[in-house]
């Protein structure tokens, strides 16, 4: 039970933030984040602080970091992203070699442990996810503006590198509440799928990142339900649950539009 | 329209607050490269001044500086206190994994009632497309979306970066009218930039050759009778010159910077 509330905490905050990753073409920036809360974890356990602190810390010093190598115009971005986002995997795994004498269970953290979920993890899941909720609310105007033209938003009074970096601040927080439901590995999955499922229902952007949380949601519940009956691990069965909802999606998609065809 | 008097207001008054911006030797440089250079233009209220030039010659670069969306390391943009500016940018390209209407992306950046935007879209002749996914649009269509978004704001000064971009002959000369009636109707000033020549010399008032730096300037008859502008119309009538000469008193090097008089400049050619 506190597993179900737990996941679908973490769904609705993965769907609006998703919906901005696919729209602004930025998977591989989820992937690159969540590679670097390995590292997190092993800084976290070394230094012996809170899991979620070191994780969101390590995020958001790599979404700066990335800013700071996109201006280097000699660097494309998915470069710049893929050597961030393996170095941080590696610096973390040989962190984790340092650390004396502590067996620390990978496994837990790259797919996450969604049952061992204490009333403490609710509260951060929900406190979090409220905060992470309210400031995007807050930057969507000028958010949105930017993923069509940032050109139109700058040149119309908005602000959209300030809203860009508080994006990137979200990602990076909303990864490291996450981490432990889903994982490390399977993170960006709850981001992106549910949004892309979202997509072929809705108008408009609003429409869309509702319509995210709803498949989320559903997929959570469809995911647990399924991985307490066959015993399955809970990060993947969720993820599998919201590809189910995908390729149920995709083909109410191609129905409809046939049926518009010969209309 | 039936109450006009002889000639519009904005041609009688040559009076300095009537100037909505002004550029006074501006200049950008990248890596030791001037984009554009020497680069002075005004516009005033009521007047369409248009930029043209082959690609690569500076026009959106200057665009940009008037709309503050790039600094000037060289002279200065003077823009009239408060003054009200809509934007229709260049190559607008809108990803389709974004659902947005056109009625959503009228109110993209700034809140206006479903009458405001019925009415921008009324004025623009794109009334039909309210309900329609954007990227489903024609070009022409996107463009008249684009400019009304643009009109939302009661601009007194319209900047237009190829505003017939993707649009066919006919939708062209029928864009370029509209635009003249906004000019008309709203007595707004309109920066316009076009890499095409025909019909935007007959809806102008000044036009700016630029290349670089701005190689010659002023009204339409004024300018088709510099031997700049005759090498330009002649090279687009005869269509089969790849490149087009003009004789310049100097000539254009690849770090932008311009030297020599009497030598003959080469401007890459035409795209049709």
Redesign the interface.
Known sequence: MRAMVAGIGVALIAAPLGCFMVWRRMAYFGDTLSHSALLGVALGLLLQINIVLSVFVVAALVSVALLVLQRDDRLTSDTALGILSHSALALGLVVIAFLPGLRVDLMSYLFGDILAVSRFDIGVIYGGGLLILALLALIWRPLLAQTVSAELALSEGLNPQRANLVYMLLVALGIAIAMKIVGILLITALLIIPAATARIFSKTPEQMAAYAMLVGVGAVIVGLMGSMQSDTPSGPSIVVAALLFFLLGQLVGIVRSRSTRNA | MADTVAKPSWQKDSAKEHVLVEARNIGVQREGRWLVRNVDLKVHQGEIVTLIGPNGSGKSTTA?LI???LHPDEGQVILRPQLK?G?V?QS?V??P?????VK??MV???SYTDQQVTRALARTGASSCIDR?VQKLSGGEFQRVLLARALL?RPQLLVLDEPVQGVDYAGEIALYELIAALRDELECGILLISHDLHIVMAATDTVICLNGHVCCSGTPGRVANTPEYRQLFGARAADTLALYHHDHDHHHHDDGSISGAGETCECPPEET
């Open positions: 940009k709309l503050d969306l500016v934007y940018p607008l809108i990803d994994s974004l659902p947005l209407t959503r992306l993209l950046t700034a996914p704001a």
